[in-house]
Every structure is written in C-alpha cells, then in structure tokens.
C-alpha cells in the first residue's frame, strides 16, 4: 500500500507516531510465541477507542484486513497478520478501574493479567484467572483466545469472569453487551469470548472479581511411573477435594525443567504434580492429599506453607515454555482437553508417542480439568521437520477427539489448528459458525484466515 495512503491514517489518530511501517523496528508484531510469522503494510498501536474505530474505517475504506493483538504470547498463530493487512495492537489500552462495592474491574484489553490481579488485591479481591504467562499476558488476548489458567479447576477460566464487553465492529460500529447493555438480550458475550478477534475488537472489557481466597499448602510430589500420578489425580478428586491449583508435568517435562533450574528430587522422575491445597480444608485435606501420594508410592515429596517458598515450586511450572524453548531448536505447542476421566490415557498416549516418534515430545497441563499442553521438539528448524511434526500433531488431536475431547483447552484455532476444525466439529457446525462470521464482517475483514480455512 502507498505510503501516501498511510500517511493519511496517521494523520487522523491522536498520537502521529502510533503507525509504524518498518517492522524491523518492531519484528515481534509479524509473529505470536508459536513459530508461525507473518507479513503486515503497517502496524498501529491504538490508545483508545477513538484509534481503533478510526483505524478500522480507514482500513474498511481501503480495503485491508485488520488483525487484532495483545501481548502476542499465544500459540496458535491467532494473532499473526497476513499481506495486505494492519496489525492492531490495543496493548496501551490499559486502564484500570476497581469498583470494590460491585466487586468488579472494568479494563482496556491492554491491562496485563498481573497488574489486573495486584489491582484487584489493593482492595482485597483477587481475578482468579492464572495463565502460565500472566506476567505477559493481555486480558484481551485472555478473552480473545478463551485462556484458562493454573487456578482453572477450582475457580474457572477467563469466560467465566467476563461481565461485559465493549468493541468495534467491522463496519465502525461500536457495539456493548452483557452488563454494558442490562444483561439483556441476546448473549453476545458468549459469542465474543474465544472468538480469536473475528467478530469484534474490544477496547473495554468488564470483569468479576472475588474476595481473596487465603492460599493454602503447596505439595510438590514426584512420581516413578505416569500411573502413579494418575491415580493420585484420580483418589483426590474422587474425595470429593478441588485444590486450588493442580498441575501435571510428566518426566520429559520435569527433565527439561530441572536442566533450566534445578530442584531438589525431579532427577529421573516420570511425572510430578504441583498441589496447592484449598485453605477451607484445613489440616485434614492437606493430610488427605499426602495420604494419596504417599499410598501412589510418590518418590519424593516436599510441603511448603509459607507463600514465598511455595513460589518457588510454582516457578518450576511458570518457566516450563522457556525451559523447553532453551532445549530445542523449534517447538510446536499444542493444547488439548479431554474429559477429566480419560486425562490418564491422554497422558499415555504422549509418552507412547514420545517413545516411538523421531522427536520429542512431552507434555503438562491442568490436571484437575483435563487440559494437557504437548510440546513438539526438533533439533533442527527446517520445512521437512515442521512438516513432520504436523503428522505427529494429527495423531494426538485424532487421539484426543476419539477420547471425548476437544481440539484446544485455551489456546485457540488460529492459524496452526484450522485444518483439523472439522475432526470436532460436522460440516452443519461449522457452517453455521461461517454464517455467524458473516453476520459480524461480512467482507472477512476482522483477522481474516484464522479458524477457518477459506
């Protein structure tokens, strides 16, 4: 596109410098932290509602797609441009507005899930959504994608907590629903959350907070086989105990944990489980939980009540992506749920494909809601690897589809998913799903490409 042209966008925004078109300045916006990039006529870094709904009919007027962005730390390429296409970026969007009495948060998308959490905790609430990368992470690109988190099982993931929603649409409307709009009608938040910035791009988003849940015991517990760990997942839930966090890594995992930063009793081991007990149990849920273990012939166990020694154990799952990320020259991450019964032979099924794949492969996840994250690895980056391992990919989403499960926990379709859409999903589905597209960006607009392919 002429620069003449995008000289006439800058022209019309507050800030004159907030479009960029030499992305060698600004490389980390052709890409997502998956290995797919991308290539874009301008980026525009929108600090208010007035940014986006100018930049979206000046991008409507010329005939350019607009792909919206947070942060950038998803896995599925959703926020990855294409030719002929403006990369709008609402991170400096970041205002923050606690209302204690309604115990709510009302935020720009830009807002870092962190800073949202340390927000809420100055008036003694908590946003209980915790995704691994909530140091970096946009609410936006939270609610965009459909993010869950460490703290899922017990208190739910991102949709749960979206009230409402402000946006613009793709003809330069600004549209409000949920209790933007009463809570009446038709159930638009519903239909914004995961939708992957293809039918509106919010610019305010309003969020329940709850009262701050008091921490409990953490339980870092190591185990000699998969089973083991399983089984103990399986005894404690089958009590009747939701902890406030478990997690799963299995022995690659671990492995590649310890090589990034080591921890006393995760040498040689087949899976570990990271267990925050929920404080309301008190000292006979915390012994439950050990009983478990210890019954599971866990090989190694260590308890912290303090909250700052328990954050060091949680480190040990929080820098997993980049620890895995140091050991390899490409990695692919996928994201999958299965129901929580079938979570054990999900976790089977990868260590057999570790096992009889040319790469390897491990996995970690949520195992309190069965969301299990399966990470790819390849010592060389090359078009023949990658398309290997997208044959390996197939298998495991396959796998998980025929064990009841669905496609992606909390990462979203995007780019690397779409062309297994319909392994989940009949034809019927998927077809009402583009009808609805239409509805919302009749001329395909609004992150054109992503979940479907077209």
């Avoid at 009540?305 to 390899?328: C, F, G, T």
């Amino acid at each position: 596109m002429a620069q003449a042209s995008l000289n006439e966008l800058s022209a019309i925004l507050k800030n004159k410098s907030a479009v960029i078109t030499n992305f060698e300045s600004a490389p980390k916006y052709l890409h997502d932290a998956s290995y797919l990039k991308g290539e874009s006529e301008a980026l525009v870094l929108a600090e208010s509602q007035d940014d986006v709904l100018k930049t979206i009919n000046f991008a409507r007027k010329n005939h350019l797609a607009i792909v919206p962005r947070g942060a950038g730390t998803g896995l599925s390429g959703g926020c990855v441009p294409n030719k002929g296409s403006i990369v709008l970026s609402t991170e400096k969007i970041d205002h923050i507005q606690i209302d204690k009495t309604n115990k709510m948060a009302i935020v720009g998308p830009g807002v870092v899930t962190k800073i949202l959490q340390e927000e809420a905790a100055k008036f003694d609430l908590i946003y209980p959504p915790d995704p691994a990368s909530y140091a970096e992470s946009t609410i936006g690109g939270n609610v965009a994608e459909g993010a869950g988190g460490l703290r899922c099982k017990r208190h739910g993931v991102t949709k749960d907590y979206v009230l409402g929603i402000t946006g613009v649409t793709a003809a330069g409307e600004i549209i409000k629903c949920g209790c933007y709009n009463n809570d009446s009608g038709f159930d638009l938040v519903d239909i914004f959350n995961a939708s992957e910035g293809t039918l509106v791009v919010m610019t305010e988003i309003a969020l329940r907070l709850i009262d701050t849940v008091p921490p409990g015991e953490t339980f870092l517990v190591a185990f000699a086989t998969t089973n083991d760990a399983a089984q103990t997942v399986s005894d404690i839930t089958g009590a009747g105990i939701i902890p406030n966090v478990m997690e799963f890594l299995d022995g690659d995992a671990a492995e590649c944990s310890n090589k990034y930063e080591k921890t006393e009793g995760l040498d040689k081991v087949a899976a570990i489980l990271l267990i925050e007990s929920a404080q309301e149990g008190g000292t006979h849920q915390v012994k439950l939980i050990r009983s478990f273990c210890e019954k599971n012939r866990c090989s190694h166990i260590r308890h912290e009540s303090d909250p700052k020694l328990a954050e060091r154990l949680w480190k040990i799952r929080r820098n997993l992506s980049k620890a895995v990320k140091q050991m390899s020259k490409l990695r692919i991450s996928e994201d999958v749920a299965v129901p929580i019964s079938k979570f054990p032979d999900l976790v089977e099924y990868v260590s057999y494909m570790n096992n009889t794949s040319k790469f390897r492969i491990n996995s970690f996840g949520h195992a309190g809601d069965g969301n299990l994250h399966v990470n790819f690895m390849s010592d060389e980056d090359t078009p023949t690897a990658r398309e290997l391992i997208e044959h390996e990919i197939e298998r495991l989403l396959t796998k998980t589809v025929e064990l009841g499960g669905t496609l992606t926990g909390e990462h979203g379709i995007g780019l690397a998913k779409r062309r297994y859409l319909g392994l989940e999903f009949d034809p019927p589905t998927i077809a009402y799903m583009h009808k609805l597209k239409v509805v919302f960006d009749p001329q395909n607009l609004l992150n054109p490409g992503k979940i479907f392919v077209v």
